[in-house]
Structures are given as structure tokens and as C-alpha cells.
């Protein structure tokens, strides 16, 4: 049964397995260093062309179609689906799962719902609420830029602490604790927190401070430190945002320079993909979880790590009128 | 601990109280039938007037606020808050919550949050993985008109099936089993159903169908009948969808003709107040519940209830992009 953990944490003692996880990804993506680990590459990320939210939708339907055959299981055999994505209302989370006929929990964590979705996931089947439940979320870069930004036509200049909206989405089936499949320890969900950053151009520097509080709490709540984690992935603060919360870590003498990747950074070859600070979206993290890290944890590479999902909490509107753009960081210590 | 009831149905045998509850609501709210349950009304709805979404945050806010008070609780006493509302991003529960500095999990469920935030606060509690928890979730009219319909200024004709979004907020402080407290004993999630309706001035009869699939699986799942239950109440299926739910439940020889009443109905004198076929969004089904329902609870008027919130799964992208607006029902049995 879970327990509480200090002020923050939740400690899953049935320790709650994640028995299947998928991904697929945009052409850019592939390009990127990750390529290998996908399960789905599209080359063409109109996916039937209809419109960039049902493009969208497409890819999240496949993520969860992918990771039930890698389970074996009928979307019968799922007790819940916990799901979101940038888009006004969810449009893309609940146009791709209204088909599967599996009960619907919306969550809104902008790029840190995988992390949302994944600790609802862990504690409905640690809890006996569920035997099965998926966690997914996607983003995808043409209708998250004209959403957010400005008209694809536009063209418009990108600053060099913009980051660049990843065409992707994770899927994870979570179960009761299986031997050999990688499991979810612990859970420390974060508070919103506001620096008062407002450039939309810059969401690195708005969500550090989030990763760096929940960061902290865990290591205090858990009573551990850095030295005993394999690596910390954090997602997505892209490359300004993780040296600021390097920087932030560093003033309380935490220095997690050697352990510590960011999705965002991950996913593109920076540089010469021209993507500037890194990536960004529910889909980075999530396709990174469910491609690369999690492969790591089941082949052994990594035996305990933190994932801690970050999210820019902002609207057009709110930018619009003024306002700074508060972050959020929710993590999980997944083992192997 | 909880225990899976049937195929969809969650038991929470530890039966979570609601410590306290609050509700905040706008003049034309105060001129229904539900005045004098409400705990404040705001006269002045644009709420210090910078804009409407700011305002929508002041009666979240407040309501969350007034909760704390009557648990005679501080912030620090709470270990998450469940939050979500209509605005792009939700926007207003971001922007009400940031400064409350408690662990924050953003919901999505449109109409349905409120029971969404309620199911995710009581597991949480039921499991212990946190001690107490605050659902909340709200609405403003000025803002969903303007972000889902027309600008104010505009003043269209409205059609006779369409709803009138709400300005109100409910909040609910959830806590161990406390005696003398209305409590939770089950919670039936649903699924997403969309039967293809594509009128966003009919929303009733696009949540109509996901009331009646998650009222017939939590009967079902619990081998209870309508007569074993004081009262139906849902929340918003306005006048239409009211009907058709019923029309939809007798098929199945369930009537519920004197058991059911609608929130969206409930809360104006709809003929009077001309908001056609009653009130939406968020706040609706959320003030309501958080003040006649729950109060009735508290003095014993009704002992066994069903609370059945629905939501419209639809954004402004997806109806201009000509898709069906599907629609979800969260449904929670609460005790007195």
C-alpha cells in the first residue's frame, strides 16, 4: 500500500511495474540522436492530412496501440487511461482515445503530464483501484507553433532560447509488480511555481525553479543524494533551463552536472538541427521515457533513476494579457 | 482500502469525508433559486475588472479560501490540490492556485471536473497517499462565451437548446472518515462516448449519452436499483439533455423521472432568467454540489446520492474542424 514519505513523497511499496511502454515520432525527431529507439517513425507528419490536431490524435492512437501489443493486452483488459496534451481542451488526447471504450482521465500538466499521467497510473494500480492502466501523451510541432505562436506560413525568427515543439508520443502500461520489468518507486508531485518569467520564448527559465523544488523535496523526503541515482532526466527545460537549475542545485552544494540529462537536449541534435534550445511538448519527455530511458532501465543500464517532468503553465491568453508563465515539475523514481 | 467493484466501479471502504465545502457565485446566479445556499456572491462579476479570466481566478480563489476556513485549515495542512477549468491551458485554476504553494495536479474533464477532481481527491485519501485534499473547479460566462462562442460585445441570438455558461466556483476539502460528515462510498469513472452530435449550442444532447453509460455501469457494478438512491443529480445536461438521458434509461426500463434533478437546471429559473436550456461549465455543477447538495447531505435531507458530473469534449479548433463533440460522465455515490 503507498505511504507517505515526509512532506511530499509517496512511497509505492507494492512497487507498481511498467509492463510495456511504445513511442513514435516526426521525421525531424528521427534525425535526431534517439532515432533507434523508436518504435514508429512518420516520415510525413501529416499522417493522412486531414488537419495537424488529427495528425496528432493518429500518433497518440498508434503510441497506445503499440504499447498493448508489446503487452499483449486488449484495450478491454485497461482499467484507465490517463491522458493530455497541449492543445485548447485536450483535443488531441481525447479525438485519439474516444474509440478505445477505456474509462477517461483528463489531466492538464502542459509538458509535464507524461509525469502526471504516469504517478495517476501508479497510484490507481498500487492502490488496488486499477489491475491495468495506460499512461500517454503527445505533442506535435505544427499545431502546437500555430496555437501558440504564430501561423506556420509566417515564418517567423525564432530567439535562440526558443525551443522547438517535439512531433512525438509515450505510451506506458502499468501493472502489478512483475519480476524483470522496470518499476516505480516513489512519486513527489510538485507545487506551481512563478519567478515571474513572461518571455514564451524562454520556458526553460520559467520551469527550472519547479524541477529544482520538487528536486529538492525528494532528496529531503526520501533522504537520499544525488550519488545514488544513476542519472536524473529532466524534461524538457532544454538547454537554458538545465543550466539554471544545475546553477540552482549547486547553491545548496547538490551537484548533479555528471547525472543529469534533459530530454529537450536529448532528442535533437541541438546544433545542427537548428532547434535552438532544445525540444519542448508532452510528447519530449514522454517519447523520450517511453524510447530511450526506459530501454536503459530494462536492459540494466540504469537501475534507478529520476524523471522529473517539467510543464510551462501558459496560455495565449494569459500571455497575452500580461502574465508570467508559472512552472510545475512532478517526478518519479523509476528502478530496475 | 478501495476495492474494484464490478468492471468500472471503485468501493472505498475507508469512506473519505467531506470536511468542508465552499461555493462562490455571480449575480445572476444569486437571482436563482440556490441564492441563499451560496457562501458569497460577487455583484460585480468582472472581480477588480483587469479582465474576465483574472476574475474567474479570484472566485477560485475564494473558494478554496472559504473551504480552508470552514475545515478551519491552513494550506499547509493540505497535501494536493485538484484543480481544472474550461480556459485555454486552464488558465484560471493556474493562475487562482499558484500562490496556495500546494502540490497542484491540473484535470481536464470540461462540465465533468469537478467530479473528476472530487474521485481523485477521495482515492487519494482512501489509499493514504495524502491525508487531505482540495478539489476545485470553476467557471466564468464572460470568458467561455468570448473563448467558445462569440465576442461579448457581439451579442448573437442565442438558440433555444443552447446552455448559459455559469459564473461560480465549488471546492471541497476532502479528509479521513470523520463522523457526522458526508462521506464517499463509490466512484464509477467513464469513458468517453460520442454518438456524433456536432452542435455546440446542443450540448446536453452530446453529454446525454455518457450520463446514461455511467449510470447504468455503477448500477450494475453495484447491484443497486434507482429506488435503493434519494436522488439523481447531474450536472449539466440542461433541459434537453436532461430528457434524453431519461428517455435513454427508460429503454432500459430505469426511471428516474422523480429521483433526477440536473444542476444546470437547478440553478436558474431558466424561463425567467432566459438561459434557454440551463447552465454549463465547470462552476456549475461544482456550486451546486458545494451548496444545496452537499448541504442537504449535511442536514440529513438526502442520505445516498449519486453525483454524475458530464463534460463536452470539445475545443473552437475541433468543431471548426467539423468533429462530433464527444462527451464523458464521472459519477461519485455520496453518503450522508
Not at 241 to 258: A, F, H, P, Q, Y
Request: aromatic share 8%.
Amino acid at each position: 500500500m503507498p505511504e507517505r514519505v515526509g512532506k511530499y513523497t509517496i512511497m509505492l511499496n507494492n512497487k507498481p511495474s511498467i509492463r510495456s511502454y511504445a513511442s513514435v515520432a516526426g521525421k525531424k525527431e528521427s534525425e535526431g540522436p534517439l532515432r533507434k529507439y523508436f518504435d514508429h517513425i512518420y516520415m510525413d507528419t501529416s499522417i493522412g492530412g486531414l488537419s495537424w490536431e488529427k495528425a496528432e490524435s493518429e500518433m497518440q492512437k498508434k503510441a497506445v496501440k503499440l504499447a498493448l501489443d508489446k503487452a499483449n493486452l486488449k484495450a478491454n483488459d485497461i482499467n484507465y487511461i490517463f491522458a493530455g496534451d497541449l492543445l485548447n481542451q485536450s483535443m488531441a488526447s481525447v479525438f485519439a482515445l474516444k474509440d478505445f471504450n477505456i474509462p477517461y482521465i483528463g489531466l492538464f500538466g502542459a509538458c509535464s503530464t507524461m509525469a502526471e499521467a504516469l504517478s495517476m497510473s501508479c497510484i490507481f494500480v498500487e492502490s488496488k483501484c486499477a489491475n491495468k492502466c495506460i499512461a500517454v501523451t503527445s505533442s506535435h510541432f505544427c499545431c502546437a507553433e500555430r496555437q501558440f505562436r504564430f501561423p506556420l506560413e509566417y515564418g517567423g525568427q525564432r530567439t535562440t532560447t526558443a525551443q522547438w515543439t517535439v512531433t512525438a508520443s509515450g505510451a506506458t502500461v502499468i501493472c502489478k509488480n512483475q519480476d524483470n520489468l522496470p518499476y516505480v518507486e516513489s512519486i513527489t508531485m510538485g507545487k506551481i511555481c512563478d519567478l515571474n518569467i513572461k518571455d514564451a520564448n524562454n520556458m526553460g527559465a520559467a520551469m527550472a525553479p519547479a524541477a529544482y523544488d520538487t528536486i529538492k523535496k525528494h532528496l529531503d523526503d526520501t533522504q537520499t543524494d544525488i550519488q545514488d541515482y544513476d542519472m536524473i532526466f529532466t524534461g524538457d527545460l532544454g538547454l537554458i533551463g538545465s543550466e539554471l537549475l544545475r546553477k540552482l542545485l549547486l547553491l545548496d552544494g547538490v551537484d548533479i552536472t555528471n547525472k543529469h540529462k534533459d530530454c529537450g537536449v536529448m532528442i535533437y541534435n541541438t546544433k545542427k538541427q537548428d532547434t535552438h534550445a532544445g525540444g519542448s511538448g508532452c510528447g519530449c519527455c514522454a517519447s523520450v521515457l517511453c524510447s530511450y530511458i526506459l530501454n536503459k532501465l530494462q536492459n540494466r543500464e540504469f537501475k534507478n533513476i529520476l524523471f522529473v517532468a517539467t510543464g510551462a503553465l501558459m496560455s495565449t491568453t494569459s500571455s497575452q494579457q500580461g502574465e508570467s508563465i508559472p512552472g510545475v515539475a512532478h517526478l518519479l523514481n523509476i528502478k530496475a
